[in-house]
């Protein structure tokens, strides 16, 4: 290694103190070390590390309203399957009264202590492209204090009602500690390009979608893409305009057994999201 010569002509202020060489030489090297040459990776800003590649047919059913047919229905068909899935919980409808239609909370617990995870779809069920940002955070957090009240764990995932978004909302979100939150759209979720909190659906349940039509969604989840399926009531009495034929969705979840996709929850792909050192 070649020598390093210092030199005693105009040393820097800071240096001119120490007279044995030595300290002279200690003081530059202090100096040298802390210029940005030597800054700590530590110190640099945050950026995204790779994500767990995204497996080809991973699927996510997603179930809204707390329709009453969701814990009578759905789910012992998808334990059956070994199939995981998220459902929404809203208060708006006839929640508080018609427990013929929908879900009571103890049922709405029951699915959590089955392993399936249980999402926010806000108080009353009103569009967020109308509310202010209080009134979004008041509706968000009464569904959060109801699951404290019966043992079950904050949501970390949420669905817009009516699958209306807003700037504010995914604000809201954000700053709650919200990972996903799903819209509408008909294409599927990319995680490494697309915007977790505005998550669009490949698939939405409603009379008149064919066999057809779900295969070709499922279909999509491939190349680094995630199948985000919408159902509301396997039937939805009060809501025929997305009634799910209960028939017609065991032929569906069959075909995803018997095809090989893994079904999960909305939470459960959280791995896939690029994250932050």
């Known amino acids: 290694m070649p020598a390093i010569h210092l030199t005693q002509t105009s040393p820097p202020s800071t240096l001119r103190s120490p007279r044995k060489p030595h300290l002279r030489f200690l003081a530059i090297l202090a100096t040298f070390l802390a210029s940005p040459l030597f800054s700590h990776a530590d110190d640099a800003p945050a950026t995204p590390l790779p994500a767990i590649p995204v497996p080809e047919k991973i699927v996510v059913l997603t179930f809204d309203d707390s329709v009453a047919s969701q814990a009578t229905i759905v789910a012992p068909l998808l334990k059956k399957l070994g199939f995981n899935a998220t459902f929404f919980i809203t208060e708006g409808f006839d929640f508080p009264t018609n427990k013929k239609q929908y879900m009571t909370w103890e049922q709405i617990k029951e699915l959590h202590e089955a392993g399936f995870e249980i999402g926010n779809h806000t108080r009353n069920h009103k569009g967020v492209n109308s509310q202010t940002p209080a009134q979004i955070n008041a509706d968000v957090e009464y569904i959060e204090t109801q699951c404290a009240a019966h043992q079950i764990p904050r949501p970390t995932s949420f669905c817009y009602p009516g699958y209306a978004t807003s700037p ?26 697309d915007e977790p909190l505005l998550l669009n659906q490949a698939f939405d349940s409603k009379p008149g979608v064919k066999f057809e039509h779900f295969v070709a969604a499922v279909g999509q989840a491939k190349e680094g893409k995630i199948a985000v399926l919408t159902f509301h009531g396997v039937p939805d009495e009060q809501h025929p305009w997305v009634n799910t034929d209960p028939i017609q969705f065991t032929k569906w979840m069959e075909y995803l057994k018997e095809n090989g996709y893994s079904v999960v929850a909305l939470r459960d792909i959280v791995k896939y999201l690029p994250s932050k050192k």
């Open 168 to 193: 504010a909302a995914v604000e809201v979100l954000r700053g709650r500690g919200y990972r996903f939150a799903r819209a509408g759209g008909m294409q599927a979720f990319d995680p490494a390009k």
